[in-house]
């Protein structure tokens, strides 16, 4: 069969595209998994706040021509310091003790920031284009552009470091007490409602790192958030809700399914297949691959 | 102090205690209420003469059609679907379906539609509630569906793909198109109080009041004999038959639809912000949380020019806003205080 | 009316339950006792169709109910209370005893039937307040109020007397006595001695998840065992010794 023959040999580019986008799911989805894990809430604006973050690098680069990565040192901590805002004064106050008054809160933010961008930017897709945007590199047969790699690599590196930061650091060990126990940490005399905005900071701050390795190879528009929203709960629920090694290699699964979806089933169709695997795990397996069944 | 009444003795209706009185008497008091809104709506068109404000009233009734729907489950049953628009989309589709491909009158399509929403109401509450999904997993996973439909929608030929469906321009009362403004108006006041008929029901009836016990505590509900599972997926069921009918509607006023429209994300927005607005779990909230953001929206309009993202925008701060300040809504506002007083 | 064979059930390392075997008969009073954590509220779990055994038979009226779903286990007449109370948080004490009502009946028919049953448990004057507005005592007698409105065959009361104090322990007492005497088993567990001799006919004492004594209040409360299981190891002894 011709056609088995031209998907085998797609094979492989697949599966370095599938990882190099999964690794950046995985950045996501670790902001997302660290929200939920010291929190336990969902947050839905999550894509939407991604856009944010998209926009930002989008402008600082068309308007002050910073180069993408460069805008690390800006947008990274602009999306921890509007994190830590949201959740102190938005989505805490709105919760009275309910999961769900969290969820219907972060989806108005959402509603109000992607109705905002479109009212701002208008609803089309921008791109950006820098000098090394058509770089490729030729990985045993599979070619991938240059900042695809490099986004590859700064996800996997943000990781480590948020990774470093949670492991040996006296915030992190706060915010691992409060994620386990918060009145007991109450008790000792951590600061948990700042230790809950942290956290909630600590997730954006992902977003924006995300946001910087994305755009060179990406595009941003007002809706370009509603793909991740799902794709990174999908991660999370995949690699159990909270944990870190899950989000990790549930981004990496993911990447690599929604690549080979795309190959077998066309694109369109190819989306499917990450939104089956959310619904099935979650029917079927709720504490994910990786976590204990309760 | 307290004197154990001897049992067996049933107490006649005039020695009943008040709160006895008062709960026998909802579903009476919530028929004639309904009766009266029925009436005052439908002479509404021989006082409202401008199409403009028709036209305002017949969205804000069939946006109360889709807040009762969502309501049904998410207020009377306590499981918030952010995915409400799975059912509306199947009833758009299947209406337009059997209009365009076999040639049906549009009145088979709104009752085929309702059943396939209904069908896909009880398959959905079938597989999430059976594996015991909850909360915000239940949010989630309906809004997979949603998208999932979205998709399949976008990708088969039958639906038109991406380019979506157009239905023939036929009017006439058996093809549910109308030439004349209070056409739609009528055909949208009528789905409305289906919609406050059944959700009235449901506040009074036996089936409502076990929803309403596995809605305030699951494990209660179920030592008292009350099958959680079953009445949660008779809820999804009516609400999804109920949204399903919002959908044809929709085909029938707009006559085109397309996979971002009838599945996408703002269908189940609209359905969930009415309820909260005017009250979860309430006969009347969707009804008052309808008209309140159809006001919103026209003063928004008027205050802001025509920018359609501005006035959405607005809505998530409504939506922020109610769930922060005003967590019951604006019907309970005065009910509330009357009862505790 | 309701036998336990070997049944045992673990949570992780633990034997919550393990392999308790009993036959409670029609129209007596059973009660189960134990130390904190000895593993009675599983035990009504797993009667009560809410935990499902790991191993044993759990017979009701002649019928094997192993397995059976909670809602199904109550609709055969097994109806329990919870230790910690259960209300329907925004109901009020008439809906929610009416939820209890409303199996056999019509929805108006439940109302008033659920106000009978109010008045009997001694919240008559209470219909329609919100019943998390209730102070514990009440919501101990909306808890018992809302099971026997469902007119159980057998009534599982999970520590009603707890929290309560002696003269509204005075008040429960006969009513749970009221309660057999109109054809209702009951099986109970309870701290309050006082009442457990009293109203018991049997008693199962629980330790770790074992029975360990079984007879009337009087001989099980003389049993070393028990004593020591309540008192630690050598209390027994010790009490014997003349002093
Ligand atoms: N769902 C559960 N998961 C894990 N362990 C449990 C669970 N339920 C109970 N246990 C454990 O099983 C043991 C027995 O608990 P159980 O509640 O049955 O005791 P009990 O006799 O009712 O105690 P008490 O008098 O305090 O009510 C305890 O050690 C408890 O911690
Ligand atoms: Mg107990």
């Known amino acids: ?294 | 102090m307290h004197t154990p009444a001897p049992i067996g003795r049933t107490p006649a209706a005039a020695d009943a205690p008040p709160a006895v009185v008062h709960l026998l008497g909802g579903t009476r008091r919530s028929i004639r209420l309904l009766g009266l809104i029925g009436m005052a709506l439908a002479c509404a068109p021989l006082v409202v003469r401008s199409e403009f404000h028709l036209t305002f009233m017949t969205l804000a009734l069939y946006s109360t059609l889709l807040g009762s729907a969502w309501n049904i489950l998410g207020g009377f049953g306590g499981q918030y679907s952010f995915g409400h628009a799975v059912f509306f989309g199947l009833g758009a589709y299947t209406g337009a379906i059997l209009q365009v491909h076999a040639g049906l009158p549009a009145w088979t399509g709104l009752l085929a539609g309702s059943a396939i929403g209904g069908a896909a109401g009880a398959a959905l509450g079938a597989i999430s509630f059976r594996y015991g999904l909850r909360g915000s997993y239940f949010a989630l996973v309906t809004l997979a569906m949603a998208e999932v439909f979205r998709i399949i929608a976008n990708s088969v030929p039958f639906t038109g793909a991406g380019v979506g469906m157009m239905i023939e321009l036929r009017s006439g009362p058996a093809d549910l198109q109308f030439e004349s403004r209070q056409g739609y108006y009528y055909f949208a006041l009528a789905l409305a109080l289906v919609a406050l008929a059944v959700s009235s029901w449901v506040r009074h009836s036996r089936f409502g009041a076990a929803l309403a016990a596995v809605r305030d505590n699951e494990d209660a509900a179920r030592a008292l004999g009350i099958d959680a599972t079953r009445i949660k997926v008779a809820a999804t069921a009516l609400s999804g038959s109920l949204m399903a009918a919002g959908g044809v509607f929709y085909l029938q006023y707009f006559h085109y639809i397309d996979p971002m429209l009838v599945f996408g994300p703002a269908v189940s927005v609209e359905a969930l912000l009415g309820p909260i607005v005017g009250g979860l779990g309430t006969v009347l909230g969707p009804l008052i949380g309808a008209f309140a953001l159809a006001l919103v929206s026209q003063v928004a309009t008027q205050a802001l020019g025509q920018a359609p993202a501005l006035s959405m925008a607005l809505y998530g701060v409504i939506l922020i806003v109610m769930v922060t300040f005003l967590p019951r809504g604006l019907g309970r506002l005065r009910l509330r205080r009357g009862r505790h007083a | 009316m309701l036998e336990l064979k070997d049944v045992s059930k673990r949570f992780g390392g633990l034997a919550a339950v393990d392999s308790v075997s009993l036959v409670l008969q029609e129209g007596r009073i059973g009660a189960l006792i134990g130390p904190n954590g000895a593993g009675k509220t599983t035990c009504f779990g797993l009667m009560s169709g809410f935990i499902r055994p790991d191993q044993g038979q759990v017979v009701f009226c002649g019928r094997d109910i192993t397995g059976w779903p909670a809602h199904q286990v109550s609709r055969e007449g097994l109806v329990r209370t919870f230790q910690i109370v259960q209300p329907f948080t925004g109901q009020s004490v008439l809906e929610n005893i009416a939820v209890g009502a409303q199996r056999r009946r019509s929805r108006g028919a439940a109302i008033a039937f659920a106000a009978e049953v109010a008045a009997r448990v001694g919240l008559g004057e209470e219909l329609a307040k919100p019943a998390e507005s209730l102070p514990i005592a009440g919501r101990k007698r909306l808890e018992l109020a809302r099971a026997l409105a469902a007119e159980p065959r057998l009534l599982l009361l999970d520590e009603v007397l707890a929290g309560l104090n002696p003269a509204e322990i005075a008040e429960v007492v006969p009513l749970i006595e009221s309660i057999r005497a109109g054809g209702t088993t009951v099986l109970m567990i309870e701290h309050v001695m006082q009442a457990v001799m009293s109203l018991a006919d049997e008693v199962w004492v629980l330790a770790h998840g074992s029975l360990i004594a079984a007879g009337t209040p009087e001989a099980v409360t003389r049993d070393p065992a028990v004593i020591e299981a309540y008192l630690g190891p050598g209390a027994a002894a010790r009490l014997a010794q003349p002093t």
């Open chain 1, 1 to 294: 069969m011709i056609d088995s023959a031209l998907i085998g040999a797609a094979l492989w580019p697949a599966l370095v595209n599938g990882l190099t986008m999964g690794a950046i799911y995985a950045l996501i989805a670790l902001g997302l998994t660290l929200i939920y894990g010291v929190l336990h809430i969902i947050n839905f604006a999550h894509g939407s706040l991604l856009m944010v973050a998209l926009y930002a690098v989008l402008v600082l680069f068309e308007r002050l021509g910073i180069d993408p990565y460069a805008a690390l040192v800006v947008v990274v901590p602009g999306m921890f310091g509007i994190g830590y805002v949201l959740q102190r004064f938005v989505i805490n106050p709105a919760r009275h003790g309910r999961d769900e008054n969290t969820l219907l809160v972060t989806l108005g933010l959402s509603i109000v920031i992607e109705n905002l961008a479109s009212h701002f930017f208008k609803t089309d897709t921008r791109q950006i284009e820098t000098a090394y945007t058509f770089m490729m590199v030729d990985l045993a047969g599979a070619v991938i552009s240059m900042p695809r790699l490099l986004a590859f690599a700064g996800a996997l590196a943000s990781c480590l470091a948020l990774a470093v930061l949670m492991r040996s650091t006296d915030l992190g060990r706060a915010i691992r007490a409060v994620a386990r126990e918060a009145q007991g940490a109450r008790v000792v005399g951590i600061d948990v409602d700042h230790v809950f905005a942290m956290s909630f900071a600590i997730g954006l701050a992902c977003l924006g790192a995300a946001a910087c390795f994305l755009l060179p190879t990406y595009y941003v528009s007002p809706q370009v958030g509603h793909g991740f929203v799902l794709i990174a709960f999908t991660v999370v629920v995949l690699g159990g809700m909270g944990s870190f090694t899950g989000s990790l290699v549930g981004g990496l699964l993911v990447g690599v399914i929604e690549s080979l979806g795309g190959l077998l089933l066309g694109e369109s169709l190819g989306q499917i297949g990450v939104f089956v695997i959310f619904i099935v795990i979650l029917l079927f397996r709720p504490a994910g691959l990786f976590g204990q069944r309760t």
